[in-house]
């Protein structure tokens, strides 16, 4: 099999030579994969630090804040809050519908946002149920990505970060990671 292979690229055993043909094809999915590549964006960091801070924006910065604006929630969880930088940390978990909000027993400052149904007031629409194509040319080029989801940092780093969680191409959950403030 091989060596009828090899007469085909070379063209001799009376089988015509699919070189050209190999070589053509390569060279229009190397075109497609570089016109793909010209199309990715930067990263807009000033979108992304807009969007992380969001969350606080709408929700609160801490507890109090949180419960002045949802009122109070409609259920309360003990957690341990553990970013992989950090000590773990003793959190409240704060349940409203389609939001969670973890905010330190500690400080009370905001920690975490889990957001799982779509809101208003989040900066460019970006919302849970947005397409995926549509996050990223809102915020440009992610630092992580998998097909799951997609990550952006804050312009100073981890763990400020915002990933987008994706069920069939669209997004399902929204999640915002605070570093300590305390």
Same mark, same amino acid.
């Given at each position: 099999m091989?060596r009828l292979v090899?007469?085909?690229?070379r063209? %001799?055993?009376?089988v +015509?030579?699919v070189a +050209? #043909? &190999?070589l053509a094809?390569? #060279? &229009?999915l190397t075109?497609?994969v570089a016109? /793909?590549?010209?199309?990715?964006r +930067? $990263?807009?960091?000033?979108a992304?630090?807009d !969007?992380?801070d969001a969350?606080?924006?709408?929700?609160?910065r801490?507890?109090?804040e949180v @419960?002045?604006?949802?009122g109070a +929630?409609?259920?309360?969880r003990?957690?341990t809050l553990?970013?992989g #930088?950090s000590?773990a940390?003793a959190?409240? @978990?704060?349940?409203?519908?389609?939001?969670a909000?973890?905010?330190s027993?500690? %400080? %009370? &400052?905001?920690?975490?946002? /889990?957001? %799982?149904? &779509?809101?208003?007031a989040?900066?460019?629409?970006?919302t849970v149920g $947005?397409?995926?194509d549509?996050i990223e040319?809102?915020?440009?080029?992610?630092q992580? $990505?998998?097909?799951?989801?997609?990550m952006?940092l804050?312009?100073d780093? !981890?763990?400020n $970060?915002?990933e987008?969680?994706f069920?069939?191409?669209r997004?399902?959950?929204?999640?915002?990671?605070?570093?300590?403030?305390?």
């Open positions: 091989l090899r007469r085909a690229l063209g %001799s055993a009376g +015509p030579s +050209p #043909v &190999a094809a390569l #060279v &229009a075109a497609a016109a /793909v590549a010209e199309n990715v +930067p $990263t807009d960091i000033v992304v630090d !969007f992380i969350a606080r924006a709408v929700f609160g801490n507890r109090g @419960e002045r604006t949802l +929630p409609t259920q309360i003990a957690r553990a970013d #930088v000590a940390e959190v409240d @978990e704060l349940i409203y519908p389609g939001v909000i973890f905010v027993r500690r %400080s %009370s &400052a905001v920690r975490r946002v /889990v957001l %799982s149904e &779509a809101r208003g989040l900066p460019r629409g970006l $947005t397409a995926r549509e040319r809102a915020l440009g080029e992610p992580a $990505t998998s097909d799951a989801s997609v952006y804050y312009n780093g !981890f763990p $970060t915002v987008f969680h069920r069939q191409g997004v399902r959950q929204i999640e915002w990671t605070f570093a300590a403030s305390d």
